[in-house]
């Protein structure tokens, strides 16, 4: 364990300055959250701890705990009645604190608090006054001291919806192979989600991987889409097609695709137009020279409102139910990721994206639905392709359908996997791997 410590102070040392330069610089600056950042806050027991990045990997963590808690409503066993949640982003707390208790209740109860510096000694304090039964990290969330600590206190591990990139591969190899690997070993099991990422972590020497659908998949199951009549019959009055989750610059290249998309009917198209970051909302409507309306200002677009804007939050469901196409931001800039496209699929929804999607990609090739998602360059090629599905509603259906089914498919196999493999743990039917240094 020598070795295991010696690094777990270190990574401590070099951490926690800088989680806490980042809440100073976020103004995060509240007592609580000081607290909780030590590990000192009164939290109640909970059988697991689920710790993620922030509000994304959080909604993973709420989607696996809702796979267990299905198994254990369905077979009338107690499996796990309560559970913490930490995210390292107060944006992430805040969202599980709203969204975790509705989806879990009835069955378990969700204390959502923000994460513990990576500090051996604040991470003791959380582990002592939770005492769970297994820790489980969401995606690429691996620090030191959480599974050093988590290891020694007994607790079973899991990686779930594991995600190791090439760089973060070759960062680990070149800077401390030994040490990944012994903190890899320690671990029950990882739950990647695709071959590729499984690859890297038994490269890394995780011993016990297996490969399930993202639960991104499963996030769209969880949400319900609101009802709102007025807008609904808005949308479905005329050829509709939208833009969600743009970055800067992006929205300009949109408005220019929808302006060529107009001009090539005799009613102009509507543009539902939802940035990323609503805070850019006013300043991306005073940019366009059309006729705007902003979400919040109005219930609905009126019949000469040629682009809306979303610039109100958790609202989207609505618009993917009644909507057929959707552009994905984050995938025309040079250095862009892509985003989540799960819920719109799932909802039927035609996918138009950039050329730049990260891990994306291999979700679009898991769904095995290559006729859902249109690549697209620039305000042209979006625009040719917009003006093209306008004109065919009927093809757009068919291939609603078969993306609807397939993403349903995958969210069920996604929660599968994790009763599988997480529900054993909970109930100790598995030997406590501790994390050994050679």
């Known amino acids: 364990m020598r070795r295991l410590a010696l690094v777990s102070r270190a990574s401590s040392l070099l951490s926690a300055p800088a989680q806490l ?3 100073l610089c976020k103004g995060h600056t509240s007592a609580e959250l000081i607290r909780s950042r030590l590990g000192l806050l009164n939290v109640p027991k909970s059988a697991a701890w689920f710790h993620a ?5 959080c909604a993973l963590a ?9 198994a254990q409503l369905a077979s009338d066993e107690d499996i796990l009645s309560s559970a913490l949640l930490t995210s390292w982003t107060n944006q992430g707390t805040i969202w599980a604190r709203r969204r975790a208790a509705p989806q879990l209740n009835p069955g378990i109860k969700v204390a959502a608090v923000d994460a513990v510096w990576n500090s051996p000694r604040a991470v003791r304090r959380l582990l002592h ?5 297994a820790t489980f990290f969401v995606q690429s969330e691996l620090w030191p001291s959480m599974i050093s600590e988590a290891s020694s206190f007994g607790c079973h591990l899991a990686v779930i919806d594991g995600r190791m990139s090439e760089r973060s591969l070759r960062r680990w190899k070149h800077y401390a192979s030994n040490v990944a690997r012994d903190m890899l070993s320690s671990f029950n099991v990882v739950i990647a989600s695709s071959e590729s990422h499984a690859a890297r972590f038994k490269n890394l020497g995780a011993t016990n991987v297996v490969v399930a659908p993202s639960l991104k998949f499963a996030t769209a199951e969880e949400k319900t889409p609101q009802v709102d009549e007025e807008l609904s019959a808005a949308l479905q009055s005329r050829k509709t097609w939208m833009a969600v989750s743009t970055h800067a610059g992006e929205a300009q290249v949109i408005i220019e695709a929808h302006r060529r998309v107009s001009e090539l009917f005799d009613a102009p198209p509507l543009l539902v137009l939802a940035p990323r970051y609503p805070e850019q909302c006013e300043a991306i409507a005073r940019s366009i020279d059309r006729n705007v309306m902003l979400r919040s200002k109005g219930r609905s677009p009126l019949p000469s409102t040629e682009v809306f804007i979303v610039d109100t939050l958790g609202e989207l469901s609505i618009f993917f139910r009644h909507l057929d196409i959707a552009f994905i931001g984050n995938s025309l800039l040079a250095h862009g990721k892509g985003h989540n496209f799960a819920e719109a699929a799932a909802e039927g929804c035609t996918i138009l994206r950039g050329p730049n999607v990260g ?3 291999e979700m679009e090739l898991q769904t095995g639905v290559p006729q859902s998602f249109i690549r697209v360059q ?5 625009a040719k392709a917009v003006h093209r599905l306008l004109l065919d509603p009927d093809s757009l259906r068919d291939a609603g359908r078969e993306i609807q089914d397939s993403v349903r498919k995958l969210g069920r196999q996604a929660k599968e996997a994790i009763v599988e493999n997480l529900v054993p743990l909970l109930n100790g039917d598995v030997a406590h791997k501790r994390f050994v240094s050679k």
């Not at 709420?62 to 299905?70: L, T």
């Open 21 to 23: 330069a980042y809440d």
């Open 53 to 57: 990045s922030s509000v994304g990997e």
């Open 62 to 70: 709420v989607a696996a705990a809702s796979a267990i808690n299905e």
């Open 129 to 133: 006054r939770v005492q769970p039964k």
């Open 359 to 361: 891990d994306f990609e």
């Open 378 to 382: 620039d305000s042209a090629s979006i």
